[in-house]
């Protein structure tokens, strides 16, 4: 029942941005964070950036001050705008909700590449 659906995401330059979204349905939206992770060829999924049921928003050290995360509950979309894109921001960038447990359901995520 749980769907992920992430969009947005192509080809950018260094210093350019993006902003990509996540459609969420099958859970009650609103009363869970929403995180952003990424996971770069050959490397393990992390953890970007998380926006708590309040609003509240915490970033990785490596996307702070160029990444911006949100939400609308209204619609059950969360959002990362992300600037001054680098070349180690390219990854597969996925969506989930609250703190997902080992078989967890993930989407298809969206992919991100940075090169000149």
């Known amino acids: 029942q749980v769907q992920l659906v992430e969009s947005g995401g192509g080809l950018v330059q260094p210093g350019g941005s993006l902003t990509l979204s996540c459609a969420a349905s099958g859970f009650t939206f609103w009363t869970y964070a929403m995180n952003w992770y990424r996971q770069a060829p050959g490397k393990e999924r992390v953890l970007v950036a998380t926006i708590s049921a309040d609003g509240t928003r915490q970033y990785g050290d490596s996307v702070k001050g160029r990444f911006t995360i949100s939400r609308d509950n209204t619609k059950n979309l969360v959002f990362l705008q992300m600037n001054s894109l680098k070349l180690e921001d390219t990854a597969v960038y996925y969506c989930?909700?609250?703190?997902?447990?080992?078989?967890?359901?993930w989407g298809q995520g969206t992919q991100v590449t940075v090169s000149s």
């Open positions: 989930n909700f609250g703190r997902p447990a080992p078989g967890a359901y």
